[in-house]
């Protein structure tokens, strides 16, 4: 991957951008750096479930578990 990127510098570019950066942010916060599964409807469910978490995750921290359970229910 690194020799292709080398290579190819418009591809390195496109990787950049920043539509990257939120995928990477939020796998980040959870401590991995690939996914774990392999296959485009798998992988899309694997992100689907890290965004949920780390969504949840942030409503915890802006309204704290009883307000959010509160707005829940």
Excluded at 9 to 23: A, G, N, Q, Y
Excluded at 53 to 61: H, L, V
């Amino acid at each position: 991957m690194r020799n292709m990127l080398r290579t190819n510098k418009e591809k390195s570019k496109k990787r950049k951008s920043i539509v990257e950066h939120p995928f990477g942010t939020i796998k980040e916060s959870f401590g991995y750096r690939k996914l774990l599964i392999k296959g485009l409807k798998n992988v899309k469910t694997e992100m689907e479930l890290a965004i949920l978490a780390y969504n949840m995750k942030r409503a915890i921290n802006i309204l704290g578990i009883n307000k959010l359970i509160k707005a829940m229910a």
